[in-house]
């Protein structure tokens, strides 16, 4: 398994933004979408947006209207564009591809976490 590696994290003040990128293997038959977590120390990893192949998009509330998730043409590199950051948003950053739940042969098809990327957003 290539594991996917996150990358563009910086420090930046409270109202900035910054452009996160995921470089992966690219969609295969057990990919369900290409998510990205972000964890503070002493924390888990927690779940933050998504992508699918198809384009479609998911937030959690905290970040809506703020974050923008995308991918290339390739469908090898999803992006997450930050904005309006702010001090809770910092974290190490981290992107995954779900296996598909739908395809018993899938579901942990990706387990093991690639490189992250630190974002710190100072007030």
């Known amino acids: 398994q290539v594991l996917p590696v996150a990358s563009g994290g910086g420090s930046v003040q409270a109202g900035g933004s910054l452009t996160l990128s995921c470089t992966f293997s690219g969609y295969s038959l057990c990919t369900f979408d290409v998510s990205w977590y972000r964890q503070v120390p002493g924390s888990g990893r927690d779940f933050v947006s998504s992508i699918d192949p198809n384009g479609e998009a998911n937030y959690i509330l905290a970040v809506q209207d703020r974050f923008f998730v995308s991918q290339d043409a390739s469908k090898t590199t999803v992006y997450l564009q930050m904005n309006d950051l702010k001090p809770e948003d910092t974290a190490m950053y981290y992107c995954?591809?779900?296996?598909?739940?739908?395809?018993?042969?899938?579901?942990?098809?990706?387990?093991?976490w690639g490189q992250g990327t630190q974002v710190t957003v100072s007030s």
């Open positions: 995954k591809q779900t296996g598909r739940p739908d395809l018993p042969a899938c579901r942990h098809a990706y387990e093991d």
